[in-house]
């Protein structure tokens, strides 16, 4: 019976743990507290609380890592600008429309599989890859003051309405099958 026991209370710890979101960066899980989130007030988010949540702004708070973003399967718009930021993983966020991570450290970007993304703003980072060709709702791309690679590949964005960037290193651009971009600077 005691060995029951033991294996019952080890089983409930780990299923417990699966269930809160893992955040390594204190001060990312400060504002979530601090925006509400932890709607059971135990200093944790549970994946069912990042659930509920379909904004998310953290922008100025000198934030060095999201980790744990992709358990806000349910977010729509995310904002993350004037951090300190140098990876973002975000390929759970199936829904999110609009992402806003200007003014961080990301030398990658990568919206493979975010078929929802209708805007991208990524000005003033380090990126030297960018990938967005996965996304037909994306009309606006904005990636200014950026060291990217010589060319980048945005054919068959046909939804591309907005296209900036200035002050980056591009070459070479392909707009084929861009049918709706009416503003473009680079």
């Known amino acids: 019976m005691k060995l029951y026991f033991t294996f019952f209370l080890i089983l409930f710890s780990l299923l417990s743990h699966s269930q809160i979101v893992q955040i390594s960066d204190m001060k990312f899980k400060k504002h979530l507290i601090d925006l509400g989130i932890d709607l059971n007030n135990d200093g944790k988010i549970q994946v069912s609380e990042a659930l509920m949540v379909k904004s998310l702004f953290i922008n100025g708070l000198d934030i060095a890592n999201v980790q744990g973003i992709n358990s806000f399967t349910n977010l729509e718009e995310f904002g993350c600008q004037n951090n300190r930021i140098t990876s973002l993983d975000i390929f759970k966020l199936k829904k999110l429309k609009s992402i806003n991570f200007s003014d961080n450290q990301l030398t990658h970007f990568d919206a493979t599989g975010l078929n929802n993304l209708e805007l991208i703003n990524g000005d003033n980072n380090k990126l030297v890859s960018i990938i967005v060709r996965s996304s037909p709702n994306l009309k606006t791309?904005?990636?200014?003051?950026?060291?990217?690679?010589?060319?980048?590949?945005?054919?068959?964005?046909?939804?591309?309405?907005?296209?900036?960037?200035?002050?980056?290193?591009?070459?070479?651009?392909?707009?084929?099958?861009?049918?709706?971009l009416k503003t473009y600077y680079w």
């Open 141 to 180: 791309l904005t990636l200014r003051h950026n060291p990217v690679q010589p060319t980048i590949d945005i054919r068959g964005l046909t939804q591309l309405e907005y296209f900036d960037f200035t002050g980056c290193n591009l070459v070479y651009i392909n707009f084929s099958g861009t049918l709706k």
